[in-house]
């Protein structure tokens, strides 16, 4: 495959459509839209923290994939993470382990910590179960 599939990390916009606030990971399966197409329809979806290229692994299943797009979403409170977002950001450091440095691991964390500090600050204030102020 000579075009290199992206990987998008980012927080969700809130919306009709997204209610809960989340952290999401998009994975490139198609090379059969314009790049600059594709950019607009991954940040129309969310925050951009940081993008990097698919290893040759990771994008062995985009050839046959029917989805322009294939994308995992965390839910800051749902079960699994209940708020905590250290927590959160592990896990998906975990996720990446097999086919992203841990140096480059390191670097999406904090691009992403930063962000969600910028987008919900009171998750970052030591309170727990705090209502966030949601922009709709």
Request: hydrophobic share 35%.
């Amino acid at each position: 495959m000579a075009h290199k599939l992206k990987v998008w990390y980012g927080v969700d916009r809130l919306n009709k459509v997204m209610k809960k606030p989340s952290v999401s990971i998009v994975f490139e399966n198609s090379i059969h839209l314009h790049e600059e197409i594709l950019e607009k329809k991954v940040r129309q979806r969310m925050d951009v923290a940081y993008m990097r290229y698919q290893t040759d692994e990771e994008s062995l299943g985009a050839e046959d994939a029917t989805r322009i797009f294939q994308t995992w979403t965390m839910e800051i409170y749902g079960k699994a993470y209940k708020g905590d977002i250290e927590y959160l950001l592990n896990q998906n450091s975990l996720a990446d382990e097999n086919n992203v440095s841990l140096e480059e691991r390191e670097v999406i964390k904090q691009k992403l910590r930063e962000l969600l500090k910028k987008r919900y600050p009171d998750l970052f204030n030591g309170q727990e179960n705090v209502q966030l102020k949601l922009p709709f």
